[in-house]
């Protein structure tokens, strides 16, 4: 059975820092490609970022580039999302997703992390 | 960016009713489209995947249709277990985009 089990949220001041932890279970974590996806309080989803299986390739939506940094450990299974600068508008549940292994779609969620960014 | 654009933002349906949802790109994402099913307190599942593939497990109610730029999401007899609010995302280019999506709720 496919896990994603996400760690990491919490509250946290503006300009401060937090760190996502997602580990992967039920699947041979090192051949798939992974994405964070958010989504603010009664907000739609909001992609974030994209990695490759072996980290070749990675993307940022514009929103969180140059202070997000995406990282996967295939050792570990597990996939991280480094969070800097952070904004009230950064607020929400963060969700782990793999990225299915026949397309681009998200087949598999994890249950989110939430994040909220206040003083 | 892909601009992602569903309607309605909302409908209020009866179990047994046919819903349909569409989702309009800004571009052409060829058949680099998918649709997920999210209710409250909950994370998004996928339902369909490359414009019309019914993901496993999902019920054959639920279709999809479209390429291109036009799509189409449509539940054939609306169950209470449906009632959940629905989003497109393309998948052609980065960054990728989801439409604000539609919500379903009981009439």
């Known amino acids: 059975e496919v896990q994603l089990v996400e760690s990491g949220g919490g509250l946290v001041q503006p300009g401060g820092s937090l760190r996502l932890s997602c580990v992967a279970s039920g699947f041979t974590f090192n051949t798939y490609e992974m994405n964070w996806v958010r989504q603010a309080p009664g907000k739609g989803l909001e992609w974030v970022s994209h990695?490759?299986?072996?980290?070749?390739?990675?993307y940022y939506a514009d929103s969180v580039k140059g202070r997000f940094t995406i990282s996967k450990d295939n050792a570990k299974n597990s996939l991280s999302l480094q969070m800097n600068s952070l904004r009230a508008e950064d607020t929400g549940v963060y969700y782990c997703?793999?990225?299915?292994?026949?397309?681009?779609?998200?087949?598999?969620w994890g249950q989110g992390t939430l994040v909220t960014v206040s003083s | 960016d892909i601009q992602m654009t569903q309607s309605p933002s909302s409908v209020s349906a009866s179990v047994g009713d046919r819903v349909t949802i569409t989702c309009r790109a800004s571009q052409d994402v060829s058949f680099w489209l998918a649709w997920y099913q999210q209710k409250p307190g909950k994370a998004p599942k996928l339902l369909i995947y490359?414009?019309?593939s019914l993901q496993s497990g999902v019920p054959s109610r639920f279709s999809g249709s479209g390429s291109g730029t036009d799509f189409t999401l449509t539940i054939s007899s609306l169950q209470p277990e449906d009632f959940a609010t629905y989003y497109c995302q393309q998948a052609n280019s980065f960054p990728r985009t989801f439409g604000q999506g539609t919500k379903v709720e009981i009439k």
């Open positions: 990695i490759s299986s072996a980290s070749r390739t990675i």
């Open positions: 997703v793999r990225v299915s292994g026949s397309g681009r779609h998200l087949d598999y």
């Open positions: 490359a414009a019309s």
